[in-house]
């Protein structure tokens, strides 16, 4: 069956960085573009980022423009988000999502993982 595995959450300092890896299996990974998602208490899920199957087109939500990058490596079937200069209200459950389409919408998207948790201290 098809798996989502995030890593690479945990607490960081307010301008501190963290690297977000999902892991995929059971499905063909270079056919599907991959979204992340983050969700904090209270607020609906929110898009972060979306990177395209095979060209590598990426998108983000403005909050994180020029701080957070998507990227896949197709041969290890893993996606990754690269966040720098991270800002308390960065916090939340991230969710890396398997589409068809590097879409916004999460309702999209066909695969999710279990999510991994990011907190940043002020």
């Known amino acids: 069956q098809v798996q989502l595995v995030e890593s690479g959450g945990g607490l960081v300092q307010a301008g501190g960085s963290l690297r977000l890896s999902c892991a995929a299996s059971?499905?063909?990974?270079?056919?599907?573009?991959m979204g992340w998602f983050r969700q904090a208490p209270g607020k609906e899920r929110e898009f972060v980022a979306a990177?395209?199957?095979?060209?590598?087109?990426?998108y983000y939500t403005d909050s994180v423009k020029g701080r957070f990058t998507i990227s896949r490596d197709n041969a290890k079937s893993t996606a990754y988000l690269q966040m720098n200069s991270l800002k308390p209200e960065d916090s939340a459950f991230y969710y890396c999502?398997?589409?068809?389409?590097?879409?916004?919408?999460?309702?999209?998207?066909?695969?999710w993982g279990q999510g991994t948790q990011v907190t940043v201290s002020s």
């Open positions: 999502a398997a589409g068809l389409s590097p879409q916004q919408n999460h309702r999209l998207y066909l695969h």
């Open positions: 059971g499905l063909a990974f270079s056919n599907y573009a």
């Open positions: 990177i395209s199957q095979s060209v590598g087109m990426t």
